[in-house]
């Protein structure tokens, strides 16, 4: 089954800069890549996703990248803010099961003010 | 619109003792999943609902974890006995399918459940 590694597991980063995080899947035929935003104390939130058939998305500071090949897929955050500090997952949907979600263990970014 | 709710938020029992998880989704959804997510793990599915049928439990230990969803609508997930690594908190979920097309999942606040 597919199994979707993160990197790093904790990120500091001054107000301002960018932030990237990293992950990796095993499965070539997930097809669709959604980051997910946990703050503390709620359930996790979609704030953006890729699928497989583009190489890059962007949405205002946050983008996201895709090499298939590579079987790897990065978020970046630039600018950062405070409130950009939590816990993001990447996460995979194998191409066979449009309704699965298999997470990776989180980074917890914090943005020093 | 309102979001999944859940209920409760905090719960603490002692080992051995069961304990019962509920919730709503949101108004619509068919599909509807239950998470447990270990304290600096990402979240992992226990068990899916479309409507009132199960769609997969592979991961749910049904010695002595259950859930039903009665009507197609609330669910309750329940632990009977509790162990010591149950300790987590459970995420509810739910979304809208559309053949075809992957579709977002709706996370509940979660349950933090803590077993002594």
């Known amino acids: 089954g597919e199994n979707v590694e993160q990197h790093p597991s904790t990120l500091s980063v001054q107000e301002g800069d960018s932030a990237v995080i990293k992950c990796t899947y095993s499965?070539?035929?997930?097809?669709?890549f959604p980051w997910y935003k946990q703050e503390l104390g709620k359930g996790p939130q979609l704030i953006i996703d890729?699928?497989?058939?583009?190489g890059e998305k962007k949405d205002q500071r946050i983008a996201v990248t895709l090499n298939k090949t590579a079987k790897h897929f990065s978020l970046h955050i630039t600018e950062t803010q405070p409130e950009d500090s939590a816990v993001y997952f990447c996460?995979?949907?194998?191409?066979?099961?449009?309704?699965?979600?298999?997470f990776g263990p989180g980074t917890s970014l914090s943005v020093i003010p | 619109e309102a979001g999944v709710a859940q209920s409760p938020r905090y719960k603490i029992i002692e080992k051995r003792q069961s304990v019962a998880f509920w919730c709503n989704p949101i108004?619509?959804?068919?599909?509807l999943y239950w998470y447990q997510q270990i304290l600096g793990q990402g979240p992992k599915l226990l068990i899916q609902?479309?409507?009132?049928?199960?769609?997969?439990d592979s991961q749910l230990p049904k010695d002595r974890f259950s859930a039903e969803r009665l009507k197609g609508v609330d669910s309750t997930l329940k632990i009977q006995p509790a162990k010591l690594e149950d300790s987590a908190v459970y995420l509810c979920?739910?979304?809208?399918?559309?053949?075809?097309?992957?579709?977002?999942?709706?996370f509940g606040p979660g349950t933090r459940l803590t077993v002594t």
């Open positions: 979920a739910s979304s809208q399918p559309r053949t075809g097309i992957v579709y977002e999942q709706y």
């Open positions: 108004s619509g959804h068919a599909t």
């Open positions: 609902f479309q409507n009132n049928g199960v769609v997969d």
């Open positions: 890729i699928r497989s058939n583009v």
């Open positions: 499965d070539s035929a997930s097809n669709y």
């Open positions: 996460a995979a949907t194998p191409r066979t099961s449009y309704d699965k979600v298999i």
